[in-house]
């Protein structure tokens, strides 16, 4: 270990002893001297990647620089090292800043240049004076490359101070520059700066600040589109994003401007043809005519990116292809030859082909398509497969007439593979909700299947159990089918538990004589079940059928109404926010980018005002906050709560559930038991029977199999908890406190993503302050998608004081939420736990 810590050392007082020997010419000559120099340079940028701490050579590095002062590899070298400790060592910072600054006087502009772009990357605040000067005047310096490199220097000021770009009229000089400078490169990073700088404009420089759209002016636009052909592909890319933001006046402005960028369709360069069909859509998407013109025109290009062996290019031009094919199906619809997968295609552009050939399917493609499918489904690769026999259940879906793809679903489950039979299990149940008159065609043979043995997939397992309720009549083993199910009920997932006890009252009430000793063993095994959602599901069926069987047989078994259409994971709202962002991330992503972007991926909530004195009322939660993150002197301790969201916790956490002291949770979250209700009685007093079918439930004092005595008592009430609005928690304290306990409580939620999209709202600032309604304060917060972590606490308002820590993890890709609560108390866990679950309840979004 020692000589471990020692080796840096080492490897520092040689290469220090190597940099003072360069610092002589001795018999060398200059060419021998300055490769010497440069290898000893490698080596120290070399050993600073790897974390070692090089910091002691800044004296001897500058003067080896200085002495071979117009090396540019040598200068290059030299502004990566003194950046790189130029934040982390103070002491360093000032001395760097000489160095830059007198470089920068240098007569060599590529010197100048480095310099200047060096000095801007320093990112220290407390310097920025020293960066501002150079700055304005390298804006006005007479050789390009120092321009440019002013020019995004701009940018990096803003990204340290808005204000100060304005206050220093950072923005008049681009802007000036922009119009007047005759290099191309200049002018791009000019368009680049005033756009970025004017898309995030502080409201209270409006005035001073351009955003895109005001300042794609006509003269402006003109001049950059006629002169496009003398930008970089990089500069095209920019005058066509700019172009974009430009509102022509009349159609004729509107064919000038495509007539001029005809010729960019062919460039070699993808991103050029992208930001060119970006543009032609965003000029004619008012002009029906002339859009679908547009539309038609830019098919060949589109299928000569995505034929590209480039695997990245590809699935970027087909993400753009499937927002396109969403929009105007009819765009590729006779060439969907050139979206079937090739064999060296990676898996991620196959599934995103099979996503476009299911969404251009129509009837004159379809059975080539299917056919095309078919011969995927026996790939070697079950994802493919899987994934193959999703896209023809999604073509039965939008095709009308689905009779041969149906006969492919059906060919499917003959396989004997498992994933084959399970995913087309799924596709078959939407085909039957969607058509429902090809039900006598495909269900007669699913007793043939042996699901129940064979097939071990939820969510197929439930498909096949939803087709036995729904079209029970037509499959003749139905009842004997479905008993399998009911006798490991308790072994099932919780989806196929639902959809059992639905398929059972359903079936009931098709054939009452075989299923009712099967439905009276479902009940009976729901009731009983832990699971909140599957136990009420019970009780509710036992309810109706207890009170009104014809009534249950409305509610439970009514006609199969056909469904015109399924819901699909983006609204039409996000989908057309998405396409204002063609030819961004926010195509690839198929999100909009306010979904998956933060500016601030991490924060700790400011001080707050301190709240009024008296204490919450009853029923309602009270507008008030707390200055989080201060101990009981004021001091602010926003640096010290960073710590906590870096807490090892794994270990003390169980998963799977809560532990010993956990609370169970009704439908709505709320610690107790089923809905606040009784066990159900006897079965007794049970309704009116089914007409045309006698009472099966009471027949012969044979009932459906459920128990006859008085379930349990209902839970005695959770007495209420307040919380002190004045809690006050160091975060030191916090840590120490929440490493010492173990959980108490652990439980997963999941929710919508719009849900997770206002939680991250406004960094987190919204979600926080609606829980300190409810007193319960944030220590701290943040994260960075998609995995994000907020700590709570709240303080027992009586003798106990008991504190009540909470960790919550939340995942926006996935919406799982998993809370964990630690305390001391455990005795008045369930009534905080019911204090969290209201006010977390009243923040989510319904989806």
Same mark, same amino acid.
């Given at each position: 270990?020692?000589?471990?810590?020692n080796?840096?050392?080492?490897?520092?007082?040689?290469?220090?002893?190597q940099?003072?020997?360069?610092?002589t010419?001795?018999?060398?000559?200059?060419?021998?001297?300055r490769?010497?120099?440069?290898d000893?340079f490698?080596?120290?940028?070399?050993y600073?990647?790897l974390?070692?701490?090089m910091?002691?050579?800044?004296?001897?590095?500058?003067?080896?620089?200085?002495?071979?002062?117009?090396?540019l590899?040598?200068?290059k070298?030299?502004?990566?090292?003194?950046?790189h400790?130029?934040?982390?060592?103070?002491?360093?910072?000032?001395?760097?800043?000489?160095?830059?600054?007198?470089?920068?006087?240098?007569?060599?502009?590529?010197?100048r240049?480095?310099a200047?772009?060096?000095?801007c990357?320093?990112?220290?605040?407390n310097?920025?004076?020293?960066?501002?000067?150079?700055?304005?005047t390298?804006?006005?310096?007479?050789?390009?490359y120092?321009?440019?490199?002013?020019?995004?220097?701009?940018l990096?000021v803003?990204?340290i101070d808005?204000?100060?770009?304005?206050?220093?009229?950072?923005?008049?000089?681009?802007?000036?520059l922009?119009?007047t400078?005759?290099?191309?490169?200049?002018?791009?990073n000019?368009?680049?700066?005033?756009?970025?700088?004017?898309?995030?404009?502080?409201r209270?420089?409006?005035?001073k600040?351009?955003?895109?759209?005001?300042l794609?002016?006509?003269?402006?636009?003109?001049s950059?589109l006629?002169r496009?052909?003398?930008?970089?592909?990089w500069?095209?890319?920019?005058?066509l994003?700019?172009a974009?933001?430009?509102?022509?006046?009349?159609?004729?402005?509107?064919?000038?401007?495509l007539?001029?960028?005809?010729?960019?369709m062919g460039?070699?360069?993808?991103?050029?043809?992208?930001?060119?069909?970006?543009?032609?859509?965003?000029?004619?998407?008012?002009?029906?005519?002339?859009?679908q013109?547009?539309?038609e025109?830019i098919?060949?290009?589109?299928?000569?990116?995505?034929?590209?062996?480039d695997?990245p290019?590809?699935?970027?031009?087909?993400?753009?292809?499937?927002?396109?094919?969403?929009?105007?199906?009819m765009?590729?619809?006779?060439?969907?030859?050139?979206?079937?997968?090739r064999?060296?295609d990676?898996?991620?552009?196959?599934?995103?082909?099979l996503e476009?050939?299911?969404?251009?399917?129509?009837t004159s493609?379809?059975y080539?398509?299917?056919?095309?499918?078919?011969?995927?489904?026996r790939?070697?690769?079950?994802t493919?497969?899987?994934?193959?026999?999703r896209a023809?259940?999604?073509?039965a879906?939008?095709v009308p007439?689905?009779?041969?793809?149906?006969?492919?679903?059906?060919?499917?489950?003959?396989?004997?593979?498992?994933?084959?039979?399970a995913?087309?299990?799924v596709?078959?149940k939407d085909?039957?909700?969607?058509?429902?008159?090809?039900?006598?065609?495909?269900?007669?043979?699913?007793?043939?299947?042996a699901?129940? &043995?064979?097939?071990?997939?939820?969510?197929?397992?439930?498909?096949?159990?939803?087709?036995l309720?729904?079209?029970?009549?037509?499959?003749?083993?139905a009842p004997?089918?479905?008993?399998?199910?009911?006798d490991?009920?308790?072994?099932?997932?919780?989806?196929?538990?639902?959809?059992?006890?639905?398929?059972?009252?359903?079936?009931?009430?098709?054939?009452?004589?075989?299923?009712?000793?099967?439905? &009276?063993?479902?009940?009976?095994?729901?009731?009983?079940?832990s699971?909140?959602?599957v136990?009420?599901?019970?009780?509710?069926?036992?309810?109706?059928?207890?009170t009104?069987?014809?009534?249950?047989?409305?509610?439970?078994?009514?006609?199969?109404?056909?469904?015109?259409?399924?819901?699909?994971?983006?609204?039409?709202?996000?989908?057309?926010?998405i396409?204002?962002e063609?030819?961004?991330?926010?195509v690839?992503?198929?999100?909009p980018?306010?979904?998956?972007?933060?500016?601030?991926p991490?924060?700790?909530?400011?001080?707050?005002?301190?709240?009024?004195?008296?204490?919450?009322?009853t029923?309602?939660?009270?507008d008030r906050s707390?200055?989080?993150?201060?101990?009981?002197?004021g001091a602010?301790?926003?640096?010290?709560?960073?710590?906590l969201?870096?807490?090892?916790?794994?270990?003390?956490?169980?998963?799977?559930?809560?532990?010993?002291?956990?609370?169970?949770?009704?439908?709505?979250?709320?610690?107790?038991?089923?809905?606040?209700?009784?066990?159900?009685?006897?079965?007794?007093?049970? &309704?009116?029977?089914i007409?045309?079918?006698?009472?099966?439930?009471?027949?012969?004092?044979?009932?459906?199999?459920l128990?006859?005595?008085?379930?349990?008592?209902?839970?005695?009430?959770?007495?209420?908890?307040?919380?002190?609005?004045?809690?006050?928690?160091?975060?030191?304290?916090?840590?120490?406190?929440w490493?010492?306990?173990?959980?108490?409580h652990?439980?997963?939620?999941?929710?919508?993503?719009?849900?997770?999209?206002?939680?991250?709202?406004n960094?987190?600032?919204?979600?926080?302050?609606?829980?300190?309604?409810?007193?319960?304060?944030?220590?701290a917060?943040?994260?960075?998608?998609p995995s994000?972590?907020?700590?709570?606490y709240?303080?027992?308002?009586?003798?106990?004081?008991a504190?009540?820590?909470?960790?919550?993890?939340?995942?926006s890709?996935?919406?799982?939420m998993?809370?964990?609560?630690?305390?001391?108390?455990?005795?008045?866990l369930?009534a905080?736990l019911?204090?969290?679950?209201?006010?977390?309840?009243?923040?989510?979004?319904?989806?």
């Amino acid at each position: 270990m020692a000589e471990a810590r020692n080796k840096p050392r080492g490897e520092l007082a040689e290469l220090s002893a190597q940099l003072q020997n360069l610092c002589t010419a001795g018999k060398r000559t200059e060419r021998e001297l300055r490769n010497a120099k440069k290898d000893v340079f490698r080596k120290v940028v070399n050993y600073m990647t790897l974390g070692m701490d090089m910091s002691g050579l800044f004296p001897m590095m500058t003067s080896c620089a200085n002495l071979s002062a117009d090396d540019l590899v040598l200068k290059k070298m030299l502004y990566l090292y003194l950046t790189h400790y130029a934040s982390q060592t103070p002491d360093l910072a000032l001395l760097t800043i000489n160095q830059l600054q007198k470089d920068y006087a240098d007569q060599d502009p590529m010197i100048r240049g480095l310099a200047l772009r060096s000095l801007c990357s320093l990112r220290v605040a407390n310097f920025l004076e020293y960066v501002v000067t150079p700055i304005m005047t390298g804006l006005g310096d007479r050789h390009p490359y120092v321009r440019r490199t002013a020019v995004m220097g701009v940018l990096k000021v803003h990204h340290i101070d808005s204000t100060a770009v304005a206050q220093h009229g950072m923005v008049v000089q681009v802007k000036r520059l922009l119009a007047t400078d005759t290099d191309v490169q200049v002018i791009a990073n000019c368009l680049s700066v005033l756009m970025q700088v004017g898309s995030d404009q502080p409201r209270a420089l409006s005035d001073k600040l351009e955003p895109p759209s005001r300042l794609a002016e006509k003269a402006l636009v003109y001049s950059l589109l006629n002169r496009i052909k003398e930008f970089s592909d990089w500069g095209q890319c920019q005058v066509l994003q700019l172009a974009t933001h430009y509102t022509p006046t009349s159609e004729a402005e509107v064919y000038d401007m495509l007539n001029a960028l005809e010729d960019r369709m062919g460039h070699v360069n993808s991103a050029v043809v992208m930001a060119t069909i970006g543009v032609f859509l965003r000029l004619t998407i008012n002009m029906t005519a002339t859009h679908q013109q547009v539309l038609e025109r830019i098919r060949e290009p589109v299928k000569t990116l995505i034929s590209r062996d480039d695997a990245p290019t590809a699935y970027a031009a087909l993400s753009h292809v499937l927002l396109l094919v969403q929009r105007a199906p009819m765009i590729f619809e006779n060439d969907a030859v050139a979206f079937f997968c090739r064999t060296h295609d990676p898996w991620f552009v196959k599934k995103l082909k099979l996503e476009i050939l299911a969404a251009i399917a129509s009837t004159s493609n379809v059975y080539d398509i299917v056919t095309e499918l078919t011969e995927y489904a026996r790939d070697i690769s079950p994802t493919m497969a899987r994934e193959a026999v999703r896209a023809v259940g999604r073509i039965a879906l939008t095709v009308p007439d689905s009779g041969g793809i149906v006969e492919r679903l059906l060919m499917f489950l003959d396989g004997s593979s498992e994933h084959l039979v399970a995913e087309a299990l799924v596709q078959l149940k939407d085909v039957l909700r969607r058509y429902p008159d090809v039900a006598h065609v495909c269900v007669g043979s699913l007793g043939d299947l042996a699901v129940h &043995g064979n097939i071990s997939e939820p969510a197929a397992r439930a498909a096949f159990v939803w087709i036995l309720g729904q079209f029970g009549g037509l499959v003749q083993d139905a009842p004997y089918l479905l008993e399998p199910f009911v006798d490991g009920f308790a072994s099932e997932d919780p989806s196929v538990r639902l959809a059992v006890l639905t398929a059972a009252v359903q079936l009931f009430f098709r054939r009452p004589a075989e299923v009712k000793p099967i439905l &009276g063993t479902a009940l009976s095994a729901g009731i009983a079940d832990s699971h909140a959602d599957v136990r009420d599901r019970a009780l509710m069926y036992y309810r109706l059928l207890r009170t009104d069987a014809a009534a249950a047989e409305r509610v439970v078994a009514p006609p199969l109404l056909v469904v015109p259409w399924f819901s699909e994971a983006l609204s039409p709202e996000a989908k057309e926010a998405i396409f204002a962002e063609f030819n961004t991330l926010s195509v690839v992503f198929q999100q909009p980018a306010a979904a998956f972007i933060e500016r601030q991926p991490y924060h700790s909530l400011e001080a707050e005002p301190e709240p009024p004195s008296q204490a919450p009322t009853t029923g309602k939660c009270a507008d008030r906050s707390t200055n989080l993150l201060a101990d009981a002197d004021g001091a602010d301790l926003v640096g010290v709560g960073a710590d906590l969201l870096d807490l090892d916790i794994t270990a003390g956490t169980t998963t799977g559930g809560s532990s010993a002291a956990a609370v169970p949770l009704n439908a709505g979250g709320i610690p107790g038991g089923y809905a606040g209700q009784p066990a159900p009685g006897p079965m007794a007093g049970i &309704g009116p029977g089914i007409p045309g079918h006698g009472n099966f439930f009471v027949d012969n004092g044979v009932g459906l199999g459920l128990p006859t005595a008085a379930g349990p008592a209902p839970p005695a009430p959770v007495p209420e908890l307040v919380l002190n609005p004045k809690a006050r928690v160091a975060a030191g304290a916090f840590q120490e406190e929440w490493k010492r306990l173990t959980p108490a409580h652990c439980s997963t939620l999941s929710v919508s993503p719009a849900t997770v999209a206002a939680i991250v709202a406004n960094n987190h600032r919204d979600f926080t302050q609606h829980m300190t309604q409810a007193y319960i304060h944030t220590i701290a917060s943040g994260g960075q998608a998609p995995s994000f972590r907020y700590y709570f606490y709240g303080q027992n308002a009586g003798q106990s004081a008991a504190l009540y820590l909470v960790e919550l993890l939340l995942r926006s890709d996935t919406g799982n939420m998993q809370v964990t609560v630690k305390t001391a108390d455990t005795a008045s866990l369930p009534a905080f736990l019911e204090l969290w679950n209201a006010c977390l309840t009243g923040f989510l979004v319904m989806s």
